[in-house]
Protein backbone atom coordinates (compact mmCIF):
# COMPACT_ATOMS: atom_id res chain seq x y z
CA UNK A 1 0.00 0.00 0.00
CA UNK A 2 1.46 3.31 -1.19
CA UNK A 3 1.65 5.99 1.55
CA UNK A 4 -1.59 7.98 1.85
CA UNK A 5 -0.88 11.94 0.53
CA UNK A 6 -0.92 13.76 3.79
CA UNK A 7 -2.05 17.71 3.80
CA UNK A 8 -1.93 19.43 7.57
CA UNK A 9 -2.87 23.21 7.75
CA UNK A 10 -1.31 24.60 11.17
CA UNK A 11 -3.83 28.07 11.76
CA UNK A 12 -0.89 28.92 14.67
CA UNK A 13 -2.59 31.46 16.64
CA UNK A 14 -4.52 33.51 14.18
CA UNK A 15 -8.00 33.73 13.36
CA UNK A 16 -11.33 34.59 15.14
CA UNK A 17 -14.82 32.72 15.36
CA UNK A 18 -15.67 34.52 12.25
CA UNK A 19 -12.66 34.42 9.78
CA UNK A 20 -12.38 30.20 10.88
CA UNK A 21 -15.87 29.54 9.79
CA UNK A 22 -15.28 30.62 6.96
CA UNK A 23 -11.69 29.08 5.90
CA UNK A 24 -13.77 25.93 7.25
CA UNK A 25 -16.51 26.85 4.83
CA UNK A 26 -14.65 27.57 1.69
CA UNK A 27 -12.55 24.30 2.49
CA UNK A 28 -15.75 22.50 3.10
CA UNK A 29 -17.31 23.59 -0.40
CA UNK A 30 -13.63 23.00 -2.10
CA UNK A 31 -13.03 20.10 -4.07
CA UNK A 32 -10.31 17.94 -3.02
CA UNK A 33 -8.62 15.13 -3.65
CA UNK A 34 -10.52 11.82 -1.91
CA UNK A 35 -6.84 10.39 -2.01
CA UNK A 36 -5.14 12.80 0.22
CA UNK A 37 -5.30 13.10 4.19
CA UNK A 38 -6.22 16.52 5.15
CA UNK A 39 -6.07 17.88 9.02
CA UNK A 40 -6.54 21.27 10.15
CA UNK A 41 -5.22 22.70 13.16
CA UNK A 42 -6.94 25.71 14.68
CA UNK A 43 -6.08 27.70 17.98
CA UNK A 44 -7.23 25.11 21.21
CA UNK A 45 -10.03 27.62 21.48
CA UNK A 46 -11.31 27.10 18.51
CA UNK A 47 -11.09 23.31 17.94
CA UNK A 48 -14.54 23.04 19.20
CA UNK A 49 -15.85 25.56 16.86
CA UNK A 50 -13.85 24.21 13.63
CA UNK A 51 -14.71 20.33 14.14
CA UNK A 52 -18.53 20.99 14.03
CA UNK A 53 -18.18 23.08 11.19
CA UNK A 54 -15.95 21.20 9.15
CA UNK A 55 -16.83 18.14 7.29
CA UNK A 56 -16.48 15.16 8.26
CA UNK A 57 -13.78 13.64 6.13
CA UNK A 58 -11.02 16.98 7.21
CA UNK A 59 -9.63 15.53 10.56
CA UNK A 60 -8.95 18.19 13.23
CA UNK A 61 -5.69 18.70 15.27
CA UNK A 62 -4.60 20.43 18.29
CA UNK A 63 -1.30 22.52 18.02
CA UNK A 64 -0.04 21.08 21.51
CA UNK A 65 -0.97 19.01 24.17
CA UNK A 66 0.17 18.52 27.42
CA UNK A 67 2.00 15.03 28.77
CA UNK A 68 0.31 14.68 32.10
CA UNK A 69 -3.48 12.89 32.35
CA UNK A 70 -5.16 15.96 34.65
CA UNK A 71 -4.65 18.59 37.56
CA UNK A 72 -2.89 21.55 38.73
CA UNK A 73 -1.50 22.46 35.16
CA UNK A 74 -2.68 26.39 34.75
CA UNK A 75 -3.11 26.77 30.57
CA UNK A 76 -2.38 23.14 29.38
CA UNK A 77 -5.11 20.88 27.64
CA UNK A 78 -5.18 17.20 28.27
CA UNK A 79 -5.15 14.56 25.77
CA UNK A 80 -8.46 12.99 27.54
CA UNK A 81 -10.29 16.70 26.77
CA UNK A 82 -8.97 17.12 22.98
CA UNK A 83 -10.47 13.55 22.78
CA UNK A 84 -13.63 14.00 24.43
CA UNK A 85 -14.31 17.23 22.00
CA UNK A 86 -13.86 14.18 19.00
CA UNK A 87 -10.17 15.60 18.36
CA UNK A 88 -7.93 12.95 16.99
CA UNK A 89 -4.88 15.09 16.01
CA UNK A 90 -2.55 16.76 17.86
CA UNK A 91 0.85 18.70 16.56
CA UNK A 92 3.42 18.38 18.74
CA UNK A 93 7.60 19.65 18.70
CA UNK A 94 6.71 22.23 16.76
CA UNK A 95 10.01 24.63 16.43
CA UNK A 96 8.35 27.41 17.52
CA UNK A 97 7.58 25.99 20.68
CA UNK A 98 10.95 23.78 20.89
CA UNK A 99 12.24 27.69 20.15
CA UNK A 100 9.98 30.58 21.72
CA UNK A 101 8.58 28.08 24.66
CA UNK A 102 11.72 25.97 25.17
CA UNK A 103 10.31 22.56 24.53
CA UNK A 104 13.39 20.35 24.99
CA UNK A 105 13.40 17.05 22.96
CA UNK A 106 12.90 14.89 26.53
CA UNK A 107 9.52 16.62 26.79
CA UNK A 108 8.65 16.14 23.11
CA UNK A 109 9.02 12.82 23.62
CA UNK A 110 6.61 12.61 26.53
CA UNK A 111 3.91 14.34 25.21
CA UNK A 112 3.96 12.19 21.49
CA UNK A 113 4.20 9.25 23.98
CA UNK A 114 0.85 10.22 26.23
CA UNK A 115 -0.87 11.82 23.48
CA UNK A 116 -0.68 8.02 21.55
CA UNK A 117 -1.17 6.19 24.75
CA UNK A 118 -4.76 8.43 25.12
CA UNK A 119 -5.75 7.63 21.41
CA UNK A 120 -4.50 10.82 19.34
CA UNK A 121 -2.53 10.50 16.21
CA UNK A 122 0.43 12.67 16.28
CA UNK A 123 1.54 15.56 13.78
CA UNK A 124 6.04 15.67 15.18
CA UNK A 125 7.68 17.91 13.79
CA UNK A 126 11.56 18.65 13.59
CA UNK A 127 13.83 20.48 11.76
CA UNK A 128 17.26 22.72 12.11
CA UNK A 129 17.94 26.05 12.67
CA UNK A 130 20.10 27.98 9.92
CA UNK A 131 22.93 27.64 11.69
CA UNK A 132 22.89 24.41 12.14
CA UNK A 133 22.40 24.11 8.07
CA UNK A 134 25.63 26.39 7.51
CA UNK A 135 27.06 24.18 10.49
CA UNK A 136 26.66 21.15 8.40
CA UNK A 137 24.37 19.28 11.32
CA UNK A 138 21.15 19.29 9.98
CA UNK A 139 20.92 15.37 10.02
CA UNK A 140 22.80 15.14 13.19
CA UNK A 141 19.92 17.89 15.04
CA UNK A 142 16.90 15.44 13.24
CA UNK A 143 18.59 12.11 14.07
CA UNK A 144 18.62 13.46 18.03
CA UNK A 145 15.11 14.22 18.01
CA UNK A 146 13.67 11.40 16.46
CA UNK A 147 16.22 9.47 18.56
CA UNK A 148 14.17 11.18 22.01
CA UNK A 149 10.87 10.01 20.34
CA UNK A 150 12.02 6.58 19.55
CA UNK A 151 13.33 6.44 23.11
CA UNK A 152 9.97 6.18 24.81
CA UNK A 153 7.56 4.40 21.89
CA UNK A 154 6.66 0.59 20.93
CA UNK A 155 7.84 0.03 17.31
CA UNK A 156 4.09 -0.38 16.69
CA UNK A 157 3.28 3.24 18.28
CA UNK A 158 4.97 4.67 15.16
CA UNK A 159 1.82 3.89 13.45
CA UNK A 160 0.03 6.49 14.91
CA UNK A 161 2.62 9.40 14.17
CA UNK A 162 3.41 11.64 10.94
CA UNK A 163 7.32 13.26 10.76
CA UNK A 164 7.01 16.50 9.68
CA UNK A 165 10.37 18.25 8.58
CA UNK A 166 10.19 21.66 9.29
CA UNK A 167 13.27 23.46 8.69
CA UNK A 168 13.33 26.32 10.59
CA UNK A 169 15.09 28.85 8.45
CA UNK A 170 12.24 27.89 6.00
CA UNK A 171 9.35 28.78 8.16
CA UNK A 172 7.58 31.54 7.44
CA UNK A 173 10.59 33.00 5.62
CA UNK A 174 9.40 32.51 1.86
CA UNK A 175 12.85 30.49 2.03
CA UNK A 176 11.34 27.11 0.75
CA UNK A 177 13.66 24.44 0.83
CA UNK A 178 15.02 22.82 -2.54
CA UNK A 179 13.78 19.53 -3.82
CA UNK A 180 16.57 18.07 -3.25
CA UNK A 181 17.26 19.39 -0.03
CA UNK A 182 13.81 17.98 1.38
CA UNK A 183 14.29 15.17 -0.30
CA UNK A 184 18.07 14.71 1.20
CA UNK A 185 16.71 14.85 4.87
CA UNK A 186 12.91 12.85 3.94
CA UNK A 187 15.18 9.69 2.62
CA UNK A 188 17.57 10.24 5.78
CA UNK A 189 14.43 10.06 8.55
CA UNK A 190 13.31 7.14 6.50
CA UNK A 191 16.65 5.31 6.60
CA UNK A 192 16.51 6.40 10.40
CA UNK A 193 13.09 4.33 10.89
CA UNK A 194 14.76 1.54 8.76
CA UNK A 195 17.27 0.88 10.84
CA UNK A 196 16.26 2.34 14.27
CA UNK A 197 12.45 1.62 14.37
CA UNK A 198 11.40 -1.58 11.45
CA UNK A 199 10.92 -1.71 8.02
CA UNK A 200 7.49 -1.57 8.08
CA UNK A 201 7.50 1.52 9.93
CA UNK A 202 9.94 3.08 7.14
CA UNK A 203 7.65 1.79 4.56
CA UNK A 204 4.49 3.37 6.08
CA UNK A 205 5.02 6.43 8.42
CA UNK A 206 4.57 9.78 6.07
CA UNK A 207 7.38 12.50 6.34
CA UNK A 208 5.64 15.60 5.27
CA UNK A 209 7.78 18.91 4.60
CA UNK A 210 6.83 22.26 6.20
CA UNK A 211 8.38 25.45 5.90
CA UNK A 212 7.26 28.33 3.31
CA UNK A 213 4.94 26.05 1.02
CA UNK A 214 2.69 27.79 -1.21
CA UNK A 215 1.03 26.98 -3.97
CA UNK A 216 3.59 27.86 -6.07
CA UNK A 217 6.12 25.32 -5.24
CA UNK A 218 3.78 22.56 -3.74
CA UNK A 219 4.02 20.60 -6.93
CA UNK A 220 7.45 20.16 -7.42
CA UNK A 221 7.88 19.13 -3.86
CA UNK A 222 5.30 16.48 -3.62
CA UNK A 223 7.24 14.59 -6.73
CA UNK A 224 10.05 13.92 -4.70
CA UNK A 225 9.75 10.15 -3.83
CA UNK A 226 9.98 10.46 0.23
CA UNK A 227 7.97 13.62 0.37
CA UNK A 228 4.41 12.46 1.74
CA UNK A 229 3.04 16.26 1.69
CA UNK A 230 2.89 19.00 3.61
CA UNK A 231 2.62 21.16 6.84
CA UNK A 232 1.07 24.68 5.81
CA UNK A 233 1.41 27.35 7.88
CA UNK A 234 0.04 30.68 6.37
CA UNK A 235 -0.98 29.37 3.27
CA UNK A 236 -3.12 27.36 5.07
CA UNK A 237 -5.27 30.09 5.63
CA UNK A 238 -5.93 30.97 2.03
CA UNK A 239 -7.72 29.60 -0.59
CA UNK A 240 -4.07 28.31 -2.00
CA UNK A 241 -4.76 25.48 0.84
CA UNK A 242 -7.24 24.04 -1.55
CA UNK A 243 -4.41 23.75 -4.38
CA UNK A 244 -1.63 22.63 -1.92
CA UNK A 245 -4.20 19.75 -1.22
CA UNK A 246 -4.28 19.00 -4.54
CA UNK A 247 -0.98 18.81 -5.57
CA UNK A 248 -0.54 15.27 -5.69
CA UNK A 249 -2.86 14.28 -8.30
P1 LIG B 1 4.72 28.53 6.92
O1 LIG B 1 4.02 27.63 5.90
O2 LIG B 1 3.97 29.76 7.24
O3 LIG B 1 6.16 28.73 6.55
O4 LIG B 1 4.74 27.66 8.30
C1 LIG B 1 5.13 26.35 8.29
C2 LIG B 1 4.84 25.75 9.61
O5 LIG B 1 5.44 26.10 10.61
C3 LIG B 1 3.78 24.74 9.68
O6 LIG B 1 3.77 24.11 10.92
Not at 50 to 59: G, S
Not at 61 to 80: H, I, L, M, R, Y
Not at 83 to 96: L, M, Q
Not at 173 to 178: D, E, F, L, Q
Request: with cysteine.
Amino acid sequence: MPRKFFVGGNFKMNGVADSLSSIVANLNAAQVDPNTEVVIAPPSLYLLLVRQLADPKFAVSAQNVFDKPNGAFTGEVSVEQLRDAKIDWTIVGHSERRTILKEDDDFVARKTKAAIEGGLNVILCIGESLEDREADKTLDVVTRQLNAVAGVLSKEQWAKVVIAYEPIWAIGTGKVATTQQAQEVHATIRKWLADKISPEASDNTRVIYGGSVSEKNCRDLAKEPDVDGFLVGGASLKPAFVDIINSNI
